[in-house]
């Protein structure tokens, strides 16, 4: 009895599997899949206490508008492609602070002259400390905070052009 279990688990395994994978299809048919989705703690929050040579909590809370963060790294090439929207957004005053995580600042320092520095100001997460108090899953990744130091959305990946109009639209209320 016990090895006919045994001998049948693969087969439970792949039922699974496929009925995910079906559920998933589903719901890109639809509209109702989101393959960014990756849900975070931090919507509808305030802001992690958190302090960064360049910038901190307090240098965001003391602004009193929306602000745009966005974790990035030289290293990160989907922050390549991403590099062009940024620029494109600062310059539609879209006002934008970045986090380079776990980079080295001559990497950095090189990565913003070569692809343009969008942001108004530039903080370091070496050691990716506050990229794990903002519960980030990869760069790059871009949050807005409200005027009152709430955390309202985040995206996962490049900015696509639909994020660029929500971005655009709440950050700049």
Not at 11 to 28: D, H, N, T, Y
Not at 71 to 87: G, K, R, Y
Not at 132 to 144: H, K, Q, S
Request: aromatic residues 10%; hydrophobic residues 45%; charged residues 20%.
């Amino acid at each position: 009895m016990n090895r006919r279990l045994l001998l049948l688990t693969p087969l439970g395994v792949a039922a699974i599997g496929g009925a995910s994978f079906w559920a998933m299809l589903r719901g890109m048919r639809t509209g109702s899949f989101d393959p960014r989705g990756i849900p975070s703690q931090m919507i509808d929050k305030p802001l992690p206490d958190f302090a960064l040579e360049g910038f901190g909590r307090a240098d965001i809370l003391v602004l009193k508008r929306p602000v745009v963060l966005n974790f990035f790294a030289s290293w990160c090439v989907p922050c390549i492609d991403e590099a062009a929207t940024l620029v494109t957004l600062n310059r539609a005053n879209v006002p934008i602070w970045g986090i380079a995580y776990k980079d080295k600042i001559p990497a950095t320092d090189a990565f913003l002259t070569k692809y343009g520095n969008p942001y108004r100001r530039v903080a370091r997460d070496l050691a990716g400390q506050v990229g794990i108090e903002w519960g980030v899953t990869g760069v790059p990744e871009t949050y807005i905070i409200d005027a009152a130091g709430i955390v309202r959305w985040r995206y996962s990946g490049p900015l696509s052009e639909q994020a660029v109009s929500v971005v655009t639209k709440l950050a700049t209320a």
